[in-house]
């Protein structure tokens, strides 16, 4: 089962966003495989996130996410969204 991890972000965490990437997307629905597990701090708008079990997360501006190396899931962004993010 895959845990993905939804927190809001503390000042520590959003530091360390200083040097990430930015992504940024309009709403839509895309489906994804994640080669490597993934950190990001949602910046503006929401999605959630399915994966292929079944569990269900969504995140919005402020949120912390860690979705592990291996997840399966598909997007639904239903505002348009930009975070800051880290792999690995």
Same mark, same amino acid.
């Given at each position: ?7 809001? %972000?503390n ?5 360390? =966003? ?7 997307? &309009?709403?839509? !629905?895309? %489906? ?6 993934? =950190?990001?701090?949602?910046?503006e708008?929401?999605? &959630?996130?399915? !994966? ?21 899931c ?5 505002e ?9």
């Open positions: 089962m895959v845990h993905i991890m939804v927190s809001k %972000a000042d520590v965490q959003k530091q360390k =966003t200083a040097n990430w990437s930015a992504w940024e997307k &309009e709403p839509s !629905t895309f %489906a994804y495989e994640y080669p490597e597990c993934e =950190t990001f701090y949602v910046l708008g929401k999605a &959630e996130i399915v !994966t292929n079990t079944g569990d269900k997360c969504s995140f919005s501006v402020g949120d912390w996410v860690i979705i592990p190396r291996g997840t399966i598909n997007w639904t962004i239903s348009k969204i930009k975070k800051k993010y880290k792999f690995g």
